[in-house]
Each structure stands twice: as structure tokens, then as C-alpha cells.
């Protein structure tokens, strides 16, 4: 067998798309058509049965007058290679129908519909194959459509915007959303990106303003919490409930602790020498008599309650409670 009898050239040229609307309700412009996509590799199938293998490729491809034209190369090896070159040479197989269809972009715009198309115009395009069919447009044709990253697609998918090559699907804004973005019904797509662009922007200066508050409010308590644990330890050695060198120790030990560390102080009696408390013990168990009003007139300057205070501590709150009414 020879080269030629391998394949034979059908003497038919064969329309393969035009601009006109198809039976699905879109159509394939021309004018986008990327033919050399097609020709790197122009096979086609028998009824778009990919899986039935190859059976021709496409010669003589070319463009004249908004119509896709080439001419059926048909495969011999191929089991129904024989059968389909007879069909078409007898005028069986008289129609072409592109597959597997790569969308590359599109419109909705209705000022490039026709009457009668209810589906996108898809604007550039090109196909991976086409077969020899019984009726163009028939019910495996046309149904194999693709985005550039070989993502199947179907008609409902092009309720979607083309978006610098990319597809977006399209929503409907709620009533609600048009108040929020302070938008009216007939906005573009123009206005809606300018109005998100910037309700965006104001997010983020929201944002920001928010972590500068919450960053300040940090300090504040920071603050907070310093001053009233020095607050603590400078009044403990003042009562001489601590020293020097201790009041260092728990200033670092208690540094965001002051609620444990004035549990700790108040337990805490002060300190006395030998002598001083021996000198005290006398006056102490009388003063321990007097009452919030004998403190405060025997000593204006407060010192004696803060010493019961400090060494003390309930017989303190006895006296309180009996001046005030309620717990210190």
C-alpha cells in the first residue's frame, strides 16, 4: 500500500464556521477566529467521537467573506475511515462542526447580538477539531466549550465578564448593597469598581485607625499597671512593710501583677525594732480601742490608721465598717 493510499483528499470544500447565530443561541465571530491555533494541529473526528479515534485532518484552511472554509483529508486506516470517505464524496456527510471550542473572550453587549441570539458573542476563539457530522449544529456539536486553562464550560457560564482574559462570574446587586455603595440601579461596571475601589480604601483607613486606637489603649494600661504597682510598693515602705532592696525584687516579680501583689503587701505587717515595739506594745493595745473618730482626732495626720491598716488589718476594717457602713 502506498502513501496516498492511506489517506484520500475529499474534492469538497467544506464551510466549518461562520458568524451566524447557532442553534445553542450564541455565536462564533469570524473576524476572532485564530486560525493558526487550528492549524498547528487541524484533526477531526467522525460525529465528535473523540474516543473512535482520528479520522481526517483539515487542508486548505482559510477565510473568505466572514466564513471558515477548509477541505477533509480523509484517514483510510482508520476502521471508518472508508465508509466516511464514501458518505462524503456521496453527499451524505455534507456538514462540518467545530468542537472543542477555547473561549478566549466574549461579550454581552446586545448592540452585537442578532435577532434571535440569547447567548454571548464569543469575540476570540479558536477549536481543537472538527468533525464531519450528518446535521450541523447537531446535538454533540457545539458543546464542547473551554476557557484558556482547558476548564470545560457550559452556556449557563457565560452569565460571566471577561476580565483581562480571565472570566468573572456577574451578580446581581441587592437593594441593600446599591444603598451601601451608595449606587443606583443603572450603575456600569465603572462605577461599581470605583465605588468598591474606594470603600475599600476607607476599610483600610478604618482598619488602621482601629489598630492605632487599640495600640494606644495598650499603652494606656501598661501605663495603668506601672503606676499602680509603684503606687503599692512606694506606700509598703513607707509603712516599713518592705525594704529597699525588696521593694526592687517585687517590682520586677509583680510587674503586671498588682492585684497578687497588693494581696501580698496587705498581709504583710510593718516592720519594728526590738525597742520600738517594745515601746509600742503599751500604747498600742490602747490605741486598738479607739474608734475611726479617736483616730481621726488624735492623729489629723493619718499615720496611726495607716499603721493599724498595715498591722492590723481586721481590727481596721471593724472600725471602717462602724464609721461607713460597709467593708473598705
Not at 82 to 102: K, W
Not at 131 to 138: A, E, H, Q, R, T
Request: proline share 4%.
Amino acid at each position: 500500500m502506498t502513501l496516498t493510499d492511506k489517506y484520500k483528499k475529499i474534492d469538497k470544500e467544506y464551510i466549518l464556521s461562520d458568524s451566524s447565530v447557532n442553534e445553542y443561541g450564541f455565536r462564533l465571530l469570524t473576524s476572532g477566529y485564530q486560525l493558526d491555533a487550528f492549524q498547528k494541529n487541524p484533526i477531526g473526528y467522525y460525529m465528535h467521537r473523540r474516543e473512535d479515534g482520528v479520522v481526517l485532518k483539515w487542508d486548505n484552511l482559510r477565510i473568505e467573506n466572514d466564513v471558515l472554509y477548509g477541505t477533509p483529508v480523509i484517514n483510510l486506516s482508520h476502521d471508518r475511515g472508508p465508509q466516511t470517505c464514501d458518505e462524503a464524496e456521496n453527499g451524505f456527510l455534507n456538514a462540518a462542526s467545530v468542537g472543542h471550542i477555547v473561549v478566549l473572550e466574549y461579550s454581552t453587549d446586545p448592540e452585537q447580538m442578532l435577532p434571535g441570539q440569547t447567548g454571548p458573542t464569543i469575540t476570540k476563539w479558536y477549536n481543537k477539531e472538527c468533525s464531519l457530522v450528518d446535521i450541523p449544529g447537531n446535538s454533540n456539536a457545539l458543546t464542547q466549550l473551554y476557557d484558556a486553562q482547558e476548564n470545560e464550560l457550559n452556556l449557563p457560564d457565560f452569565q460571566m465578564q471577561h476580565v483581562k482574559g480571565k472570566m468573572q462570574k456577574e451578580f446581581v446587586l441587592t437593594e441593600e448593597c446599591l444603598q451601601a455603595l451608595n449606587l443606583t440601579e443603572d450603575a456600569d461596571n465603572a462605577t461599581i469598581a470605583a465605588s468598591v475601589k474606594k470603600l475599600s480604601s476607607e476599610n483600610k483607613t478604618l482598619l488602621n485607625d482601629i489598630y492605632q486606637l487599640q495600640q494606644q489603649l495598650a499603652d494606656l494600661n501598661s501605663n495603668h499597671v506601672k503606676f499602680e504597682v509603684k503606687a503599692l510598693l512606694d506606700e509598703a515602705l513607707e509603712n516599713k512593710k518592705i525594704t529597699v532592696a525588696l521593694k526592687n525584687k517585687l517590682a520586677t516579680d509583680y510587674a503586671t501583677n498588682p492585684v497578687s501583689l497588693k494581696s501580698l503587701l496587705d498581709a504583710m505587717p510593718a516592720y519594728r525594732s526590738i525597742s520600738e515595739h517594745l515601746k509600742a506594745t503599751t500604747r498600742d493595745k490602747a490605741e486598738l480601742q479607739w474608734s475611726w473618730d479617736d483616730y481621726e482626732r488624735n492623729d489629723p495626720g493619718g499615720k496611726k490608721l495607716k499603721e493599724l491598716k498595715a498591722n492590723h488589718t481586721e481590727r481596721y476594717k471593724e472600725i471602717f465598717k462602724e464609721k461607713f457602713g460597709n467593708q473598705p
